[in-house]
């Protein structure tokens, strides 16, 4: 099927820098939208940005200015860099695309098993 890998968390001071990495990979015919989300323990998960597949951006109002999304759509890869990190960016972040595999007809959503974001000093 389709797996989605994330990496590039851990942690780090705030007011310093990440970047997160998510590689689709598996019997892959498309790729429409991709994004990321981000959950506390105990809190829903909620949307921090996406991308479309011709590079429209869409944004949460606590990560504008400050998170940039983007995609590398021949290595089926999305990146979120992450500046200025505050103590309530704090999370688990989990990627998702929306995949047309073989053998289906249509978009299918995918997510990743999350990589965590300490910001801590």
């Known amino acids: 099927q389709v797996q989605l890998v994330e990496s590039g968390g851990g942690l780090v001071q705030p007011g310093g820098s990440l970047r997160l990495s998510c590689e689709a990979s598996g019997s892959i015919v498309a790729i429409n939208g991709m994004g990321w989300y981000r959950q506390a323990p105990g809190k829903e998960r909620e949307l921090v940005a996406t991308i479309t597949e011709y590079g429209r951006v869409h944004y949460a109002d606590s990560v504008k200015g400050r998170f940039i999304i983007s995609r590398d759509n021949a290595k089926k890869t999305v990146y979120l860099q992450m500046t200025t990190l505050k103590p309530e960016d704090t999370d688990a972040y989990y990627c998702?695309?929306?995949?047309?595999?073989?053998?289906?007809?249509?978009?299918?959503?995918?997510w990743g098993r999350g990589t965590q974001v300490i910001v801590s000093s």
């Open positions: 998702t695309a929306a995949v047309w595999t073989n053998g289906f007809a249509g978009f299918k959503d995918y």
